[in-house]
């Protein structure tokens, strides 16, 4: 048998539930609010749309699962990372939304791109690498003394672009050295070398 101190009536929709159905709300005497959290739920969602703001859908999630707002899937715990302050202790996207939106934030603020200018360079690049031209174009390149943003290339041409240092004249003298072009350097000044012509 069910004791009145264990239930209460909902002021919105005036069925008897138990007190554990009403979030709490410190500055009414019983502690608790007037309306049930099935129908403060329902007022607010009806709220937000009229306004005209994104709803969550109404999606029975299963136990140890979440719906993710960013791609509308519901997935299981295990697809999530942790967030302490978060009332479920998940956070509000899943990993592969996180992974997603952290590309496309990463190109926006360190080369001023976004995934469309960078798929636009790919495909004015035929897909290839413009140095190897045998390797997917993936990497985007940019000088790093101005900033500008050059291409995109495959990871080792971009790697080995770094590895000389963005500069023209050690690339010159590898491609002169792949070419068996043996060079004496001419000592023009301290620490400054000429190449043969």
Known sequence: MVSEEDVKCCARCGEYKPRTAFARRRSNLDGLQRHCRDC?????????????????????????????????????WSEWHRNASA??????????????????DHLKRHYGLTEADRDAMIAGQKGLCVICLKA?????????RTGKV????????????????????????AAAYLEGTSWKPTLVAPGVYQLPS
């Not at 997917?136 to 790093?144: L, S, Y």
């Not at 080792?156 to 690339?171: E, H, T, V, W, Y």
């Open 40 to 76: 403060a739920s329902d007022y607010h969602r009806t709220r937000q749309e009229n306004l005209g703001r994104k709803v969550r859908p109404k999606i029975e999630v299963p136990d140890g699962h979440k719906l993710c707002l960013r791609c509308g899937e519901v997935k299981p």
């Open 87 to 104: 009332s479920d202790g998940l956070s509000t996207r899943c990993k592969s939304c996180r992974a997603a939106q952290g590309r496309a």
């Open 136 to 144: 997917p174009a993936v990497h985007v390149d940019h000088c790093h």
């Open 150 to 173: 050059r291409g995109v290339l495959c990871f080792n041409c971009n790697s080995a672009i770094g590895k000389l240092g963005d500069d023209p004249d050690a690339i010159r003298r």
